[in-house]
């Protein structure tokens, strides 16, 4: 069983298209994260989520936007896609002393 | 204003020799240190935590990490490294009273060599 999971695994598109990456946790956990890795491999926090309300919005520009369905899933929708949103997208789960992460979404803007 | 920082960007070590991934942190509240391993192309996966008590932590696959306040260090040990630990590290801290939002070091490169 996968504990966290997202998808699409690889995400290829243009500049100024819109995307979404879909996040899903099956750990009954209340707090979920999105976490942008850059090129030079740097982990950011990006949005958390509390039970489907955010708390936590790191300056991140408001082309991204977090919506939760349910505390069960996190998704992540870019509008208007820069170049340099090109990374590696993590989502995660917060079990009280340990953050489960996913696997990981590259997202490649051309 | 918290940050961690990784001092080391590339550790190459030859296989079963001892290794150590330095880390060090600024806080201005009490802190919850973690280390995290990363194989290419994939997530992350936790390799041991220090929450509160014995400042000496044991996690997964033999690593080891010690607490040591003054310092506002957690350093990274393995006494002997194989081939398959060769992975990026990442030295991660939450303060305050919640674990929440986790704040990363830059990453360290291990590379085991034959």
């Known amino acids: 069983d996968t504990a966290v999971s997202q998808t699409p695994k690889y995400l290829v598109t243009q500049m100024g298209n819109d995307k979404s990456i879909k996040c899903e946790q099956n750990?009954?956990?209340?707090?979920m994260y999105w976490y942008k890795q850059d090129s030079k491999k740097f982990l950011k926090i990006m949005f958390s989520y509390n039970n489907k309300e955010l708390i936590i919005n790191e300056t991140v520009p408001n082309r991204f936007s977090p919506k939760s369905p349910d505390k069960a899933h996190l998704n992540l929708h870019i509008n208007s896609l820069e170049l340099g949103d090109s990374a590696v997208y993590f989502c995660a789960s917060n079990g009280g002393a340990e953050q489960f992460f996913g696997p990981g979404t590259r997202l490649t803007v051309l | 204003a918290q940050s961690v920082t990784q001092l080391d960007s590339q550790v190459p070590v030859f296989e079963e020799a001892p290794v150590e991934l330095r880390c060090n942190y600024s806080?201005?509240?009490?802190?919850?240190l973690f280390w995290y391993v990363q194989y290419p192309n994939q997530g992350l996966q936790l390799l041991l935590k220090?929450?509160?008590?014995?400042?000496l932590v044991k996690g997964i696959n033999g690593f080891e990490a010690e607490f040591n306040k003054s310092q506002t260090s957690f350093h990274l040990r393995k006494p002997s490294v194989h081939i398959s630990d060769t992975a990026e590290y990442f030295c991660g801290l939450a303060g305050g009273t919640s674990y929440g939002k986790l704040t990363f070091g830059q990453g360290t490169i291990l590379t085991v060599h034959p």
């Open positions: 806080s201005s509240v009490s802190v919850y």
């Open positions: 750990l009954g956990h209340d707090t």
């Open positions: 220090y929450l509160s008590g014995s400042t």
